[in-house]
């Protein structure tokens, strides 16, 4: 098994990368985004850009929340509301809302005071999907990667707003473990899911995939774990996990 690289590194590539060699497993960097031609390597980490162009080449599969996947939670889960369609249908909010793409960045996630603000169609296809949410203010911010059903590792990455990595809490773990008992049947067996607290109450932010999360404080050797299940060989995609597999979306333009 080989671990491929972008050619620029953040922290999390690298801790991988360095637990991935301590296991006894190749890495290779590119220089570029071109695969070069006999280069053989089972698993990725990197951004949602370079794994679209070179895990087909490489046969490398992508696991991913759907993209509606935070909508169709129940609000005991999120603690709001949460629409997913559409940005055309986003562009008549008259209202503050927090707006983001599912499963990238092609849309900034940010607040935008309303739809006139959002990136308009001369900038993206009006298909282009976008998540719209409730304004919540989070007070703690919790990364956890779940492996298999259950929280495999995890860190604080936020408090009141500003980065502020730390421990999982026993908390944010026990409600990670309570929203796959309810819901684990909705998300890929390797994925990362952050939660935090709002008004003394637990919620789901968002879900990442695994392949392209920053790892802040969680534990490098079992954050590699559900990294390589979360980007590894097609012909080796476990039944349960083959609706889960990324379908890149619209492209903005260029």
């Not at 985004?33 to 895990?55: I, K, M, S, T, Y």
């Not at 298909?127 to 492996?147: A, N, Q």
């Not at 637990?202 to 534990?219: K, P, Q």
Request: aromatic share 6%.
């Amino acid at each position: 098994m080989t671990l491929l690289l972008p050619p620029r590194l953040t922290a999390s590539a690298r801790a991988l990368r360095d637990a991935a060699r301590r296991r006894g497993l190749p890495t290779v960097q590119l220089p570029t985004f071109a695969v070069p031609a006999g280069l053989r390597a089972e698993h990725l980490h990197a951004g949602p850009g370079f794994a679209d162009l070179v895990a087909p080449v490489l046969d490398i599969a992508l696991l991913e929340a759907p993209q509606d996947w935070l909508a169709r939670l129940p609000r005991e889960y999120t603690g709001r509301e949460i629409t997913f369609g559409p940005i055309h249908e986003a562009y008549s909010l008259r209202r503050p809302a927090f707006v983001k793409s599912p499963n990238d960045k092609g849309i900034p996630a940010r607040i935008y005071t309303d739809g006139s603000r959002l990136p308009g169609p001369d900038a993206v296809d009006p298909s282009t999907p976008v998540l719209v949410s409730d304004l919540v203010e989070f007070t703690t911010e919790y990364r956890l990667y779940l492996l298999n059903g259950s929280v495999h590792t995890g860190s604080r990455y936020a408090e009141q707003g500003r980065l502020s990595p730390g421990p999982l809490s026993k908390e944010a773990a026990a409600f990670g473990a309570g929203l796959l008992d309810g819901c684990s049947g909705t998300l890929p067996s390797a994925i990362v899911v952050d939660v935090g607290t709002a008004s003394g109450s637990w919620s789901v932010i968002e879900a990442n995939a695994a392949w392209a999360s920053g790892m802040y404080l969680a534990d490098p050797q079992r954050a590699l774990d559900v990294v390589l299940q979360a980007a590894g060989p097609a012909e080796a995609v476990a039944p349960r996990d083959r609706r889960f597999l990324r379908v890149p979306g619209p492209l903005a333009k260029g």
